[in-house]
């Protein structure tokens, strides 16, 4: 238990002990590589126990079902299913509560771009949870918050990754008819110090100031960082970077260098998963559905238990899907069933180096595969007129 061993490993930063303290004497602070973690103010501290009996890596066994139903699926409308980085499926289910005059919460950018849980009750607030963030986002007081509106009846719908579900259903230490939780599989999460650094970093690249930013291009399915920025002369431009290599964040991201020590391992990226429904991308699934319509994104869903099944019931007239297995899902999707168990050389100094010899420095050496310049003239011809068209040839073909 992290109160009694202090190993970075054992905390997840979920924030269920801040929200059970009885006297409010837990408060999270961050660390030097932008990790909150938690502390106790021993003077305040009346040894009750709780902040040790809902730790949910004490405590990370799941009752949902171990052969859960698996679908790979994508909302109807193409509108909506363009907003959405994979399939839609989170926003066909928080359209869904919102009509039942519920409550969304999910991680949203401020104007800082710092990356904090919300929640949303209104139709037009739901594009702030839409598409994937590759940080750790902030959780505060959202549990607490979430406690009173379920004891008032209203329906609330939680979206985070595995341990952050796993945190609110030990903090709540009950079930309640109006909440749904939804799981995302997850390979990791860096710090928003990291990512402070990175934008800082495209900020000095393009001298200007960055002012939109997503880690996934809405236009297609995969990895492309996208950003817009106001350059010298006040013109606002779009940069987009496909793929993951052409990107020092995306880079590190996908080869586990920047993530929380306790991702390694993770006791909750396993069946049964945490959440009554699971998402993800359904990485590779025209293996398996060779004539799905898969360039606009899938989502691979996970029906874990009866919550899971009624809600599923509840949205699935506006989705286009396809019974598939676990065994399918994880071809492509490892995370969905065990964690990123190792730790890589460079995780155990990499902050360290940042914080010595700056952002651009790493980026742009341990940040960079060799091959970089031969992958990014491939990337742009693949992504050229040219490219694109034949790419359209190919599908119809």
Known sequence: MYFKTLAKQDCTGCTACVNVCPRQCILMRVDEEGFYYPIIDKEKCIECGLCEKVCPVES?????????????AYLRNTGERMKSTSGGIFYAIAKWVVEQHGIVYGAAFDENFKLKHIGVDRMEDLSQLRGSKYLQSYVGNVFSEIKQHLKAGRWVYFVGVGCQVAGLKAFLRKNYDTLITSDLVCHGVPSQLMFDWHLGYLRQKEKGQIVSYSFRDYEGWGGCEKYDFISLNGKRITRKIYGY????YLYSFMWAFTHRYSCYGCKFARIPRQGDVTLADFWGVKKFFPKINADKGVSLVLVNNCQGNRIWNQVNSELEYQESSVENAAVENANLTHASSTIPQIRRHCYEMIAQRGYKSVAENEFRISNYAKIQILMKLKHSKAG????KIKNII
């Open 245 to 248: 290599f052409l990107s020092p």
């Open 388 to 391: 694109i068209l034949l790419r």
């Open 60 to 72: 990370s066994q799941s009752s949902n079902d171990s052969m859960p139903k698996v679908y790979a």
